[in-house]
């Protein structure tokens, strides 16, 4: 037993190694992004699918049975596609921001290059978000913008984003561009966990947090958890797809008109 | 079919999320396929 374990361990710390020797396009390359995107694409399909279909009912009893949500009846689905784009937005400028600090300690601009690439393909997903959390609301709570800590921390963050590109677009040069840029995405990068997880909580709001984290539990059942953890996964592996074709544009941009 | 829709508006909702998916799907493989074509061209 103990020499398996041995051997396993042994195994794993040498795949381990050549993981983090390789460099992140050599690595994304050895996966192989179109079978990835392929099955990133079959994912949703699935979850998708999963989510739309399943029934809701007051006592579920099948492992494909959502529960009743009291207030929320069938408008509860909309947590397996709003969430998930709310949270792809926070990797997205999360990773902004990381490239951004890459930049500045290393000038390559590869790094810029992503760095933008990570920020457009957020305030994709923040648009959406706000676009089915506002869409939702005018079912819910009677009118499609309502001023709750929620839809005002979104807009707060759509604002600075913008602010990025504007600021993008101002400037003449690239390596000014970029180092500038870089030093916003990392303000804006820090500012992004505060409007989403905590500001929110600190007032009191509209918002169904109850159903997701009441008191920092997830209190969901089984079904309805494994679904939205399936969904925010594929939504992530979404990002990445999309990351990587707005990165390899970026580059062609690059090169055609250094 | 039709009667079927009718009843169940679920999968009316279904059937258009999917049509949406599969064209978002079909834009992103094509422009993934047109960027490896100049990248390619870019190349050589």
């Not at chain 1, 007051?58 to 959502?66: G, N, T, V």
């Not at chain 1, 000038?107 to 290059?113: H, K």
Request: aromatic share 14%; proline share 4%; hydrophobic share 50%.
């Amino acid at each position: 037993m103990v020499f398996f374990a041995q051997k396993y361990f042994d195994k794993m710390g040498k795949i381990w190694h050549r993981v983090c020797s390789m460099e992140g396009n050599e690595l994304i390359n050895k996966v192989s992004m179109k079978k990835f995107n392929i099955a990133v694409f079959g994912w949703l399909t699935v979850v998708m699918i999963a989510a739309l279909v399943f029934p809701i009912v007051s006592k579920p009893e099948a492992w494909y049975d959502f529960p009743f949500i009291p207030a929320l009846g069938e408008q509860s689905r909309i947590l397996f596609f709003h969430v998930p784009t709310a949270w792809v937005t926070v990797v997205a400028f999360f990773l902004s921001m990381v490239y951004g600090i890459k930049y500045l300690r290393s000038n390559n601009m590869e790094d810029d290059i992503k760095s933008v690439s990570s920020a457009g393909v957020g305030v994709l997903f923040c648009i959406l978000a706000t676009i089915t959390g506002s869409v939702w609301a005018k079912f819910s709570w009677g009118s499609f913008w309502n001023w709750d800590p929620r839809e005002t921390s979104i807009a707060v963050l759509l604002l600075i984003y913008g602010a990025y590109f504007g600021l993008r677009s101002s400037l003449e040069g690239d390596e000014k561009r970029a180092r500038l840029s870089a030093v916003y995405a990392i303000l804006a990068g820090i500012t992004t966990p505060f409007l989403i997880f905590v500001l929110p909580r600190l007032v009191s709001s509209l918002h169904p947090e109850p159903i997701v984290n009441a008191g920092g539990k997830v209190h969901m059942n089984v079904t309805m958890l494994t679904v939205f953890l399936a969904s925010l996964l594929g939504f992530t592996g979404l990002f990445a797809w999309m990351f990587d074709l707005k990165v390899r544009l970026a580059r062609l941009e690059k090169n055609h008109h250094p | 079919m039709y009667e079927f829709l009718a009843q169940n508006p679920l999968y009316v909702v279904l059937s258009i999320v999917l049509i949406c998916w599969f064209g978002i799907g079909l834009y992103l493989v094509r422009l993934g396929r047109k960027i490896s074509i100049l990248e390619q061209r870019m190349q050589s």
